[in-house]
Structures are given as structure tokens and as C-alpha cells.
């Protein structure tokens, strides 16, 4: 009982180091914000036809929500030979020091091509 107990604490230990590590990292990425500093936004458009050969598009850049949703459809569509996107969406955030944030729908959904 003596070992699982200090293999608990032990786990527990490495834990909230992690956690402490990240919440500085986190820190540093919010003060960089308030710096007007934009993080790399990723964009994954997961197609609804990858099962009849289409591909999945990555846009990574440092820009504009709206341009980078953008950028990935135009991908999407020229990769797959499409005039329309029909794809999942997924948008993230990605700050200097590693913090992830994923991105809102609502914060990025009016800005999808529309056709």
C-alpha cells in the first residue's frame, strides 16, 4: 500500500509541475497578445468525400481569422478540384509558447465561403 501511495504522490508531483510550467508559458502567450502579437492559426478542413479520394487541407499562417479560413477553402478547392467547399471545420489558435486554443465556431462561421 506504501508504494501505490507514493507512486500516486509522485504522479500527482509531475502533474502540477506540468501544470505550473504551462500556466507560465500561458502567461507569457497572454502578454504577448495584449502586444498585438497574433498567434499561428490553423485550419483543418476534413472532407466529406476523403472515403472517394478527396483530401483533408492544413492551412497554418499568422493572419486574420477571415483571411485564413479563406486561404484553407481556396486550398481545399484547388487541391480537390472543386468549386465548393464541403468539408468539417476545425479552427485553432497556436501563441509562441505552445499554448492551443481552438477557435469558436460562431467567431469564424460568417466568414466561410458560401455557395
Known amino acids: 500500500m506504501k508504494a501505490y501511495r507514493k507512486f500516486l504522490e509522485e504522479n500527482l508531483a ?8 504551462k500556466l507560465v ?32 487541407i492544413k492551412f497554418e499562417g499568422r493572419t486574420s481569422l ?6 484553407a477553402e481556396k486550398m481545399f478547392m484547388e ?3 472543386r468549386d465548393d467547399v464541403q ?13 492551443s486554443i481552438l477557435v469558436p465556431e460562431e467567431l ?5 465561403l458560401r455557395k
Not at 477571415?66 to 486561404?71: F, L, R
Not at 468539408?87 to 499554448?99: D, K, L, M, Q, R
Request: zero cysteines; charged letters at 25%.
Open 14 to 21: 509531475e502533474l502540477i509541475l506540468g501544470l505550473e510550467k
Open 25 to 56: 508559458e500561458a502567461k507569457k502567450d497572454q502578454l504577448a497578445l495584449q502586444d498585438s502579437k497574433l498567434p499561428t492559426l490553423n485550419v483543418y478542413l476534413t472532407s466529406l468525400w476523403s472515403d472517394e479520394g478527396e483530401y483533408d
Open 66 to 71: 477571415k483571411n485564413a479560413i479563406h486561404q
Open 79 to 81: 487541391t480537390n478540384r
Open 87 to 99: 468539408a468539417n471545420y476545425s479552427v485553432g489558435a497556436i501563441f509562441p509558447n505552445g499554448t
Open 108 to 112: 469564424w462561421k460568417n466568414y466561410k
